[in-house]
């Protein structure tokens, strides 16, 4: 199973709104609604920002959205803060034996 | 509140083997299925390995099968990671995530800090 593609980098300044791509195949991204995103900081432990492509757990900013088209997802962050950057992750589900695969990863600078 | 607490991280030698503790509190932890994740240095999260609630089901990914075996003890609640015949590229950091369900599910929120193995010689 061959990990989801992500940018390298994105970036954007205060109050801007950036969007992260993420694309798999039709035997993961596109075959289920499974889609979610983690934020990741140095030395603490990663984050669940989206979850079933764009639900929002409890406690996450409203300014976090996720969307899925096809084989591709995407997570769009509104009015950027300081304090969203960070790396992200796109995971989807691909079948009980191998339940998560990951994208790459995207290092967000908030400008 | 949960918590999830690795240990056992550290340097080894390539071919030796290595045991990953994550003890596990704040929820019944024979409820849920339990991952292991992995990040290598300057790369992304890879998922390892995945145990059912009630230790039945066990699968791993392709880059450790054989090598991994992940294993859980509901009277101590603890999940481990036996490593063995450990190379470079197992150099990684290691999370212990909790599931939201009995089996495998799409997501979880409850992950731990992390601990460091290093594959060197």
């Known amino acids: 199973q061959s990990a989801l593609t992500q940018p390298a980098s994105v970036s954007g300044s205060p109050g801007q709104s950036i969007t992260i791509s993420c694309t798999g195949t039709s035997s993961d991204v596109g075959a289920y609604n499974y889609v979610s995103w983690y934020q990741l900081h140095p030395g603490r432990a990663p984050k669940l920002m989206i979850y079933l492509v764009n639900k929002r757990p409890s406690g996450v900013s409203n300014r976090f959205s996720g969307s899925k088209s096809g084989n591709s997802a995407s997570l769009t962050i509104s009015g950027l803060q300081a304090e969203d950057e960070a790396d992200y992750y796109c995971c989807s589900y691909a079948g009980y034996t191998t339940p998560w695969v990951f994208g790459g990863g995207t290092k967000l600078t908030v400008l | 509140q949960v918590q999830l607490v690795e240990s056992g991280g550290g340097v080894v030698q390539p071919g030796r083997s290595l045991r990953l503790s994550c003890a596990a509190s704040?929820?019944?932890?024979?409820?849920?299925?339990m991952h292991w994740v992995r990040q290598a240095p300057d790369k992304g999260l890879e998922w390892v390995a995945v145990?059912?609630?009630?230790?039945?089901?066990?699968y791993y990914a392709d880059s450790v099968k054989g090598r991994f075996t992940i294993s859980r003890d509901t009277s101590n609640n603890t999940l481990y990671l036996q490593m063995n015949s450990l190379r470079a590229e197992d150099t990684a950091v290691y999370y212990c995530?909790?599931?939201?369900?009995?089996?495998?599910?799409?997501?979880?929120?409850?992950w731990g800090q992390g601990t460091l193995v290093t594959v060197s010689s």
């Open positions: 704040g929820f019944t932890f024979s409820s849920y299925a």
């Open positions: 995530v909790r599931d939201p369900g009995q089996y495998s599910s799409s997501y979880s929120g409850y």
């Open positions: 145990i059912s609630f009630d230790g039945n089901n066990k």
